[in-house]
């Protein structure tokens, strides 16, 4: 059995990041592929499943059908931020919930715009 290197774990926690915040805009894989020129539904879940990397581009056009930031994708959040310090101590199970919930409502908010 091999060691993961630094950039298959890079690799693993960016699909996490992916997945999650396709799930936080509760997009399916193939309405997502659907929404993504560039990409396949077989490709994105190569993507999630960390066998496949992404380009810059491809990552830019994941984040807007996702409605969140890059680097958000890349995981830096505002959950992270020293804006946050109410949050310390919380598990990394609890930052992830709300991680989920700030996908959702960053959702919402896109569909209200959209119907506005």
């Given amino acids: 059995m091999t060691t ?3 950039q298959d774990v890079r690799r693993a926690q960016l699909a996490h990041q992916l997945r ?3 799930i936080g805009a509760r ?4 309405r997502a592929a ?5 990409l396949g539904r077989s490709a994105l879940s190569d993507i999630e499943r960390a066998r496949r ?3 810059a581009l491809e990552l830019t056009d994941l984040a807007t059908a996702y409605a969140v930031e890059v680097s958000e994708l ?3 959040t ?11 101590g919380l598990t990394d199970s609890e930052l992830d919930e709300l991680r989920n919930f700030a996908a959702f409502l960053r ?5 209200t715009s959209r119907t506005s």
């Fill in 4 to 6: 993961p290197t630094s």
């Fill in 20 to 22: 999650t915040a396709r």
């Fill in 27 to 30: 997009l399916s894989q193939e």
């Fill in 34 to 38: 659907a929404a993504l020129p560039r």
């Fill in 53 to 55: 990397d992404v380009s």
């Fill in 74 to 76: 890349l995981g830096a």
């Fill in 78 to 88: 505002a959950l992270d931020d020293h804006r946050a310090p109410n949050l310390a």
């Fill in 107 to 111: 959702w919402r908010r896109s569909q």
